[in-house]
């Protein structure tokens, strides 16, 4: 019997090559035992790595002869050695013997064998999964005399999650990816991992769960809460979605059992309040701008001066349909310009931009990222409300690029304006009204760009988009990089160098 000690829970690389040596030299998967140092809890692994295991010499297979391992078995392999069960080294083992005699083995989906690891394969990946979703960071303050010196110290995160597999090592560089600009550790009864702008460290020590339970619980909450659409619940699939057992270490799993308790009265009382039906002076302002005067050359002078015009705009049909148009409203000196696509339903009653469930989220994030939405200017692309009426609702619909060119003229005439030092474009729409460019978000998302003119762009998402992300975890994540995003601008606003065209 051949006894293979490897060095961790989720050792890819010891089993390689230990499998590798005991197949060439002809030993059968019943001839061998895998352990791992230390338990399944990689408790010794600050020990030294151990050579792979060495066979007796009339067992030492010929030299330069291989295995065949086709390329989707190491892609099983990586996967499989990460999950929990103890029998996974020697079910891979197994596997890859079978492999050398049985062609195509890996293909055969009703192989007992191949049906566990693929369900091993699966049960890692879904666990991955949820480990990206779930991971709730706390932040950890900087005791005095801690922390970098310099104007920005990094900050510093920490996070407890419980996976059912050893996958921290697998998820760790989505982390590194994900949240760059923060010094980061996560720990977890599977390992530890932790990054600090430099390097990624790992451990497979069993960590135990620290205390960390802050105000940032309160904001999972709040934001929880507020995109809650009782109208969309369907409990089997949130709870699929977002499975109990991982309730314990999320913040804002103590709210769902009243929100599914309180849904259907919050649905009745939704469409209640749902008719968005233009008020009377929605018929009355449409009258007078049937009457009204074509507008004359851009205005010189004031921003009120040209709001006033606008409300007569005729540039594009969309001020038939729509209540009134909706300008932009900030002070005239500001900095800082955000650009949003159209007025939304509630916009366009009220006459102000960014109050609807968007703004609502935009506000929350502003203040979060300590951006005060009174030092900004806020405006739209396009200055009217584009629907299609459905029964007694509104539905919004993009305005296509006719609209989104008409409109550029009053937003040209807001920059040259206001002249802020730095435009953000929320979304597509704003980046065509800005730059001519009908694509290109997601490679132009986060970055800084020179308008020329002394203006800086900056390109980030539609708060909206965040409402219509149907998967919680990946609504988490994408809204935690809106908020690093909008953090950057808030840096950028603070540098006291801020330069066109760089990042400050
Ligand atoms: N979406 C926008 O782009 N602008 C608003 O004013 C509201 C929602």
Not at 309 to 315: D, G, S, V, W
Request: aromatic share 8%; hydrophobic share 40%; glycine share 8%.
């Amino acid at each position: 019997m051949h006894t293979i000690t490897l060095e961790g829970p989720a050792d890819f690389d010891g089993w390689r090559v230990n499998a590798r040596s005991l197949a060439l030299a002809g030993v059968p998967p019943q001839d061998t035992q895998w352990r791992v140092r230390g338990g399944d809890d990689g408790g010794l692994f600050d020990m030294a790595p151990a050579e792979p295991e060495a066979l007796p010499p009339g067992l030492m297979p010929p030299p330069g002869t291989g295995l065949k391992v086709p390329k989707d078995f190491i892609e099983l392999a990586k996967a499989v050695v990460c999950h929990s069960d103890p029998a996974r080294f020697g079910l891979l083992y197994r596997l890859l013997w079978r492999m050398q005699s049985e062609k195509g083995l890996i293909g055969i989906a009703t192989d007992a064998d191949v049906v566990r690891a693929r369900g091993m394969q699966k049960s890692v990946r879904r666990d991955c999964h949820k480990m990206t979703a779930f991971v709730r960071f706390k932040e950890v303050p900087h005791g005095q005399g801690q922390g970098r010196s310099g104007q920005n110290p990094r900050r510093r995160f920490i996070a407890w999650f419980e996976p059912d597999h050893y996958i921290v090592e697998r998820t760790a560089p989505f982390f590194q990816r994900r949240f760059t600009d923060m010094d980061w550790l996560i720990l977890t009864p599977h390992g530890s991992s932790a990054w600090d702008g430099q390097a990624l460290r790992l451990s497979p020590l069993a960590a135990s769960k620290p205390d960390i339970s802050d105000e940032t619980d309160d904001l999972w909450r709040t934001y929880f809460s507020n995109i809650f659409n009782p109208a969309r619940l369907k409990v089997k699939a949130m709870q699929a979605e977002m499975p109990k057992k991982y309730w314990k270490n999320l913040p804002e799993a103590s709210l769902i059992p009243d929100l599914i308790a309180d849904a259907e009265a919050s649905v009745r009382a939704m469409v209640a309040r749902a008719a968005s039906q233009p008020p009377a002076h929605h018929f009355r302002l449409q009258e007078a701008m049937r009457n009204a005067p074509a507008p004359d050359l851009p205005p010189a002078g004031t921003l009120a001066a040209l709001k006033e015009q606008a409300k007569t705009c005729t540039r594009c049909p969309l001020h038939c349909t729509a209540t009134q148009t909706v300008f932009g409203e900030g002070p005239e000196n500001a900095d800082l310009m955000f650009v949003g696509e159209q007025p939304g339903d509630q916009e366009d009653l009220a006459g102000r931009p960014f109050i609807g469930p968007a703004g609502k989220l935009f506000d929350t994030v502003l203040n979060e990222t300590g951006i005060d939405r009174r030092t900004a200017y806020v405006t739209n692309a396009v200055k009217h409300f584009k629907y299609e009426p459905r029964g007694k609702k509104r539905i919004h619909q993009r305005p296509n690029t006719g609209e989104i060119e008409h409109c550029r003229w009053w937003l040209k005439l807001e920059l040259d304006l206001i002249k802020p030092k730095l435009v953000v474009a929320l979304g597509a729409t704003a980046l065509h009204a800005l730059t001519g460019e009908k694509s290109g978000l997601s490679q132009r998302r986060g970055q800084f760009q020179d308008l020329g003119q002394g203006q800086s762009l900056f390109t980030t998402i539609h708060p909206s988009y965040l409402l219509r992300i149907p998967d919680l975890g990946k609504q988490g994540e994408e809204r935690l990089r809106f908020e690093a995003e909008l953090a950057q601008v808030a840096r950028a606003m603070q540098a006291p160098h801020f330069q066109a065209g760089g990042s400050a």
